[in-house]
Nanobody, 121 residues
Framework: VQLVESGGGLVRPGGSLRLSCVVS????????ITWFRQVPGKEYEGVAC????????YYPDSVRGRFVISRDIAENTVYLQMNRLEPEDTAVYYC???????????????WGQGTQVTVSS
């Protein structure tokens, strides 16, 4: 499974960005996808998950109500719409895939290369 992210960039606080993750080598009804982010020196944080079987989603409190994960099965692409961005959202964002437990970070064994998101005035 290969994943390629795009859509990162520089945005002002309060702004929006949409990230894309194109998946190849598997269909989205076979793999669950999570968007993770990482700040240097800190652990990866899962910010949005979408389950393969039914499209159910999960968000941690830090982003719930601001971030939305969605998928286009025909295009084999997963999106992360990020709204009301804050400086604390600055990180490298990765999409990752798993065929196992969609809510267990350690079960994600296919990762993209990441895309930088910087929120700054």
């Amino acid at each position: 499974v290969q994943l390629v992210e795009s859509g990162g960039g520089l945005v002002r606080p309060g702004g929006s960005l949409r990230l894309s993750c194109v998946v190849s080598g598997s269909s989205l009804d076979s793999v669950s996808i999570t968007w993770f982010r990482q700040v240097p020196g800190k652990e990866y944080e899962g910010v949005a998950c979408i389950r393969n079987t039914d499209g159910e989603t999960y968000y941690p409190d830090s982003v719930r109500g601001r971030f939305v994960i969605s998928r286009d099965i025909a295009e084999n692409t997963v999106y992360l719409q990020m709204n009301r961005l804050e400086p604390e959202d600055t990180a490298v964002y990765y999409c990752a895939a798993t065929t196992r437990n969609w809510l267990e970070a350690h079960d994600y064994d296919h990762w993209g290369q990441g895309t930088q998101v910087t929120v700054s005035s």
